[in-house]
């Protein structure tokens, strides 16, 4: 079975500047998807980037990137310009990319990171 | 686009009544839509999948008698907690994959439930 880490339970940073969120992941297959999800206050999800790991360009989405190294099984995102709206509990997910159509398409989700940005 | 609409927001009920909890994707037609559950402070945790016309697959631990779920149609899925106890209160969240772009889900806003 798939497994996602997020070792950071808590992380802040200050507003403008740079923070990255660590995410290891233990799988044996090859295709497969990545995603990081925010869930702020509200607690609605929000998709904030997606990684085929098909591809070796790592994917970038305004102020977000991520770091993915595919044989260290790493997936970081990185947020640059820190913004007070960007405080949120991050979730890193994994989604195999197998056909099933049920037990292929489901998600499965880190601890979450805690996200404070100070003014 | 894609957006995933959840009813009610927040619930309170006694004890012994049952809740239902509906599940729509809005712009677009969802094959396949999940149940979570979520704990204060916790991931989000797979109830159940359920794919339109057929039988709901539920996660090991999850009764399904307990947690009723219907997918009648590409834009709806419902999820009934039956003989609702406090142990039950949580935050349900409901998701979606579409039919075209089948990677991603999206995420609903979720149901808060409190038993009483």
């Known amino acids: 079975a798939q497994t996602v880490t997020q070792s950071q339970p808590e992380m802040s940073v200050q507003e403008a500047e740079t923070v990255t969120l660590s995410c290891t992941y233990d799988?044996?297959?090859?295709?497969?998807?990545l995603f990081w999800y925010k869930q702020p206050p509200s607690r609605q999800m929000i998709l904030v980037i997606r990684?085929?790991?098909?591809?070796?360009q790592n994917a970038t989405e305004n102020r977000f990137s991520v770091n993915f190294q595919k044989a260290a099984k790493s997936f970081s995102l990185k947020i640059s310009d820190s913004q007070l709206g960007d405080a949120a509990m991050y979730f890193c997910?994994?989604?195999?990319?197998?056909?099933?159509?049920?037990?292929?398409?489901?998600?499965?989700f880190g601890e979450g990171t805690q996200l404070t940005v100070n003014p | 686009g894609a957006v995933v609409s959840q009813h009610p927001s927040r619930v309170i009920c006694k004890s012994g009544t049952s809740v239902k909890i509906e599940c729509r994707s809005l712009?677009?037609?969802?094959?396949?839509m999940f149940w979570y559950r979520q704990f204060p402070k916790q991931s989000l945790m797979l109830m159940a999948t359920?794919?339109?016309?057929?039988?709901?697959?539920?996660e090991q631990g999850v009764e399904k008698d307990k947690f009723l779920i219907n997918h009648a149609s590409l834009t709806l899925s419902t999820l009934t907690v039956t003989s609702a106890h406090p142990e039950d209160s949580s935050f349900y969240i409901c998701?979606?994959?579409?039919?075209?772009?089948?990677?991603?889900?999206?995420f609903g806003p979720g149901t808060r439930l409190l038993v009483l």
């Open positions: 998701s979606a994959r579409s039919i075209l772009g089948r990677e991603t889900q999206y």
């Open positions: 799988t044996s297959e090859s295709d497969y998807y």
């Open positions: 990684q085929e790991a098909y591809k070796q």
């Open positions: 997910a994994y989604r195999s990319g197998a056909l099933q159509e049920t037990s292929g398409s489901r998600l499965t």
């Open positions: 712009d677009f037609q969802a094959t396949t």
């Open positions: 359920s794919n339109e016309g057929s039988k709901a697959t539920y």
